[in-house]
């Protein structure tokens, strides 16, 4: 069993930035992809990125190519998601989740962490 937890979300203003932090614990961090999600109210969950297990691979939706960027630190068990140019649009829920497998269904879920952006 795996363990997340989102840290890092706010209230900012439009064109700020902020780091999301998620803390892995009970599996072997470096085996699994891990994935950074959100869900603005009334709107489905969605992937805005994930990145493999040594983070040698990233990608991203297009809504946040060139604003956001994933990374991971196996030696901290840590994934980060940088965020910089917010807008308003960018109000949600931010999640991470954990696989083992490159696709299919992600097996462990953080429990959430708010970030809302004001114009």
């Known amino acids: 069993q795996m363990q997340l937890v989102e840290s890092g979300g706010g209230l900012v203003q439009a064109g700020d930035s902020l780091r999301l932090s998620c803390a892995a614990s009970g599996s072997t961090f470096s085996s699994y992809n891990m994935g950074w999600f959100r869900q603005a109210p009334r709107k489905e969950r969605e992937l805005l990125a994930r990145?493999?297990?040594?983070?040698?691979?990233?990608a991203y939706v297009d809504s946040v190519k060139g604003r956001f960027t994933i990374s991971r630190d196996n030696a901290k068990n840590t994934v980060y998601l940088q965020m910089n140019s917010l807008k308003p649009e960018d109000t949600a829920v931010y999640y991470c989740?954990?696989?083992?497998?490159?696709?299919?269904?992600?097996?462990?879920w953080g429990q959430g962490t708010q970030v809302t952006v004001s114009s």
């Open positions: 990145i493999s297990q040594s983070g040698g691979m990233t």
């Open positions: 989740a954990a696989r083992m497998s490159l696709i299919g269904p992600w097996d462990y």
